[in-house]
Each structure stands twice: as C-alpha cells, then as structure tokens.
C-alpha cells in the first residue's frame, strides 16, 4: 500500500468510528514527516478517544505552523470545551476570526454569547449560519 492509500485507509478508518485504527496508522506515517492532515487526523483520533491533552499537544503544534488555519482552532476549541477549559471560547473566536463563514466556530461563540446574556450578538452570529 503506497503512503497516499494509507493515509485515505486511516481517514476512512476514522470515518467508519475506529479512532483506534486511524490513530495507529497517522503515528506510523508521522515518523516518516509530520504533514498537517496526519497531525490533524491523530488529533481528531485522539480527542476521539478521550486524550485530550495529546490531542491539544498536536493541535497547538501545528497551530504555530499553521497560524491561519481556521479549522485547527475550531478543533482545539472543541478539544478544550471537553476539558471545560474555559480557553475554549478564545479558540472558537480566533476561528470566527480567520474565517467568518466557519460553522461550527460560529455556533460556539453565538452559544456562548447567548450564555452571557449577550442576545443581540449571539443572534447576529446565528443569522451567519443561515
């Protein structure tokens, strides 16, 4: 199997819910060369499984390699909120920042706006959803 096809099996693997198997595969290709979707895919496999603080570990990497990527601080505002750490809020606003049009991100932050009483925000975010 080349490189390429491991790395579709350990996405789809993810995919059909096996965190397990994907994560093993994104580690064994990640010793050959860190490229940002492995790391982005053994964070996902990690955070899947519970181990949040490896899983903030990659992602905080690759975000000092990636500072634009809206998409890694939506996850490391997923992974944080699963911790209930309160730097979560912060991640998902950065990702509203670099990307106005990410979802999830604009979810979070309009739920925690709402969560604060801060209504006319929070409706003016979940009006971008739309």
Do not use: W
């Not at 064994?28 to 964070?43: C, D, F, I, T």
């Not at 932050?109 to 209504?119: P, S």
């Amino acid at each position: 199997m080349t490189r390429e096809e491991e790395k579709g099996h350990a996405f789809r693997l993810l995919e059909e819910g096996d965190a397990p198997g994907a994560l093993a595969i994104a580690e064994g290709l990640m010793q050959n060369g860190a490229e940002p979707e492995l790391a982005v895919l053994a964070a996902t496999a990690l955070h899947r499984l519970g181990r949040n603080e490896e899983a903030e570990a990659h992602l905080r990497d690759l975000a000092r390699r990636l500072p634009d990527a809206s998409y890694l601080h939506s996850l490391l505002g997923r992974v944080l909120a699963a911790r209930g750490d309160e730097r979560a809020i912060a991640e998902f606003a950065e990702a509203v920042r670099l990307d106005p049009e990410n979802p999830e991100a604009l979810r979070e932050v309009a739920a925690y706006l709402a969560g604060r009483e801060d209504h006319r925000a929070a409706a003016a975010l979940a009006r971008r959803l739309v």
